[in-house]
């Protein structure tokens, strides 16, 4: 596996626009913390964004996580052109000229993309404890480590979406499409979403569960749901001990099992997916 790593990342490293690329990914992630030092000013009231809560443990570990996979997008466009390049510069045929079996090929993209999917996790793991020691109020130790199943999310999360992009620049070969492709099923997804919920089945409260339901097991949908957005947590947070048996009930939040399972079978089955388009394809 080392050997295999070691290849792929060789590969990455020598092409100016993934460097340049990783770089971004990881300076732009650093930039969270430059949320803490942003203030508002009206007149003599004056509010900076870091006293509001966002880093309070265990809060942070949702907002970073969730702020973080905005930016996968950088990764993702790595991942394609590398996988188009094998195609373009013809490495790919060298590879398994030397001897590199197909099902190792598909094991040195899949390291890849667990590696940069590790390396996130790590980089917003430690980035959350500084500014949580940093601007948190509560830094006891059952609570800072509480919610850690936002970082398992993000983790997930990310090698889900990474498999999916994988398997857009071998079934694709040209990084530019894979990427449009990749916008068109994100686009397809939602319409198919509004079709199912207001055209075939009306759009009535008995059957926007049933839409909500399938749409969920949809790849980009399920990843979405992996981490749901943190911002009205903050206002349900403040609310919750005056809101008891209101008429609407509270936003659920959580990891669920269910949700990772999904997200899960979809990585696999882009996994497997793509070494069987490499297995029968002629190259």
């Not at 394609?80 to 099902?103: F, H, P, R």
């Not at 190792?104 to 390291?111: G, Q, T």
């Not at 997930?156 to 894979?178: E, M, N, P």
């Not at 399938?214 to 005056?242: D, G, W, Y």
């Amino acid at each position: 596996m080392k050997r295999l790593l070691s290849i792929e990342f060789q590969k990455i490293w020598k092409n100016k626009a993934s460097r340049v690329l990783l770089l971004a990914y990881f300076v732009l992630l650093s930039f969270i913390a430059l949320i803490a030092s942003i203030k508002f000013s009206i007149g003599t009231f004056e509010i900076r964004i870091a006293d509001q809560g966002i880093f309070n443990f265990p809060y942070i570990w949702h907002f970073n996580s969730y702020i973080a996979s905005l930016f996968k997008i950088f990764l993702a466009i790595v991942i394609v052109s590398m996988m188009a390049n094998e195609y373009t510069y013809g490495t790919l045929k060298q590879n398994l000229i030397d001897g590199l079996s197909k099902k190792e090929f598909i094991l040195s993209k899949f390291l890849v993309v667990g590696t940069f999917a590790v390396a996130s996790t790590l980089f917003v793991f430690v980035m959350s404890l500084i500014l949580g020691y940093s601007f948190s109020s509560y830094n006891e130790m059952g609570i800072v480590f509480s919610d850690l199943e936002y970082l398992l999310a993000f983790f997930v999360k990310l090698t889900a979406f990474f498999s999916f992009c994988l398997f857009l620049g071998i079934l694709v070969k040209r990084s530019a499409f894979a990427l449009g492709f990749l916008f068109i099923w994100f686009i397809g997804e939602n319409i198919f979403y509004w079709l199912v919920k207001f055209v075939i089945l009306g759009g009535n409260d008995k059957t926007k569960n049933f839409g909500d339901t399938i749409i969920q097991f949809f790849p980009m949908e399920a990843m979405s749901n992996l981490i749901k957005e943190p911002f009205t947590r903050l206002s349900a947070i403040k609310t919750i001990e005056t809101t008891i048996g209101g008429a609407k009930a509270a936003k659920d939040y959580s990891v669920h099992f269910s949700e990772v399972s999904i997200v899960l079978v979809w990585t696999f089955i882009f996994i497997l997916t793509s070494y069987y388009i490499l297995k029968k394809r002629d190259l």
